[in-house]
Antibody, heavy 122, light 111 residues
Framework: EVQLLESGGGLVQPGGSLRLSCAAS????????MSWVRQAPGKGLEWVST????????YYADSVKGRFAISRDNSKNTLYLQMNSLRAEDTAVYYC???????????????WGQGTLVTVSS | QSVLTQPPSVSGAPGQRVTISCTGS?????????VHWYQQLPGTAPKLLIY???NRPSGVPDRFSGSKSGTSASLAITGLQAEDEADYYC???????????FGGGTKLTVL
């Protein structure tokens, strides 16, 4: 059974930093790309970032480019999201998601974690 | 404002059929990128409902179906049930933005 367990969320001041983790189990983690998707309170889903299986290539939404960094440790089956220069508009539940798809540009998210809440406020 | 446009809400009575539209453009759906659909029950994480325009993952009832034509896609739910009450999101890739995008979401109410 695929399981994704996020951690690291919490309250942080504007301009601060936070690192999210996602512990994966139940599948060959090192063989799959992974993503982060967020959802602001009462709002819709927003793709944040994706990393290839090897970790060599990363992709970001314009809204977080230059501030967030996705990474992974395949030896620990863990995905990370380093968030710097946080803003109020980054307040959201952050979901870790396993990526699937035969064509890279048509990828989709077949398994999701339960999410971790990040609140940016003074 | 999402590049994939969904109606904010739809509703239907138990047993009825409802459809949810997802309208895009030539830089996403119209460019040939696949459309995928997710169901988010209240207070829970999203769940994959349809992938690759019209494919259902194992365990998803055949009451759910997807289609795509031109710059739009649709999710159809037949034999509506109370437990289908949820938010539904479409997702694709947008070449102008250079990333993956979601529709704004549609809240389905079962009357």
């Amino acid at each position: 059974e695929v399981q994704l367990l996020e951690s690291g969320g919490g309250l942080v001041q504007p301009g601060g930093s936070l690192r999210l983790s996602c512990a994966a189990s139940g599948f060959a983690f090192s063989s799959y790309a992974m993503s982060w998707v967020r959802q602001a309170p009462g709002k819709g889903l927003e793709w944040v970032s994706t990393i290839r299986a090897s970790g060599d290539n990363t992709y970001y939404a314009d809204s977080v480019k230059g501030r967030f960094a996705i990474s992974r440790d395949n030896s620990k089956n863990t995905l990370y999201l380093q968030m710097n220069s946080l803003r109020a508009e980054d307040t959201a539940v952050y979901y870790c998601a396993k990526v699937e798809g035969s064509w890279w540009l048509s990828l989709y998210f077949d398994y999701w974690g339960q999410g971790t809440l990040v609140t940016v406020s003074s | 404002q999402s590049v994939l446009t969904q109606p904010p809400s739809v509703s239907g009575a138990p047993g009825q059929r409802v459809t949810i539209s997802c309208t895009g453009s030539s830089s996403n759906i119209g460019a040939g990128y696949d459309v995928h659909w997710y169901q988010q029950l209240p207070g829970t994480a999203p769940k994959l409902l349809i992938y690759g325009n019209n494919n259902r993952p194992s365990g998803v009832p055949d009451r759910f179906s997807g289609s795509k034509s031109g710059t739009s896609a649709s999710l159809a739910i037949t034999g509506l049930q109370a437990e289908d009450e949820a938010d539904y999101y479409c997702q694709s890739y947008d070449s102008s933005l250079g990333g993956w995008v979601f529709g704004g979401g549609t809240k389905l109410t079962v009357l």
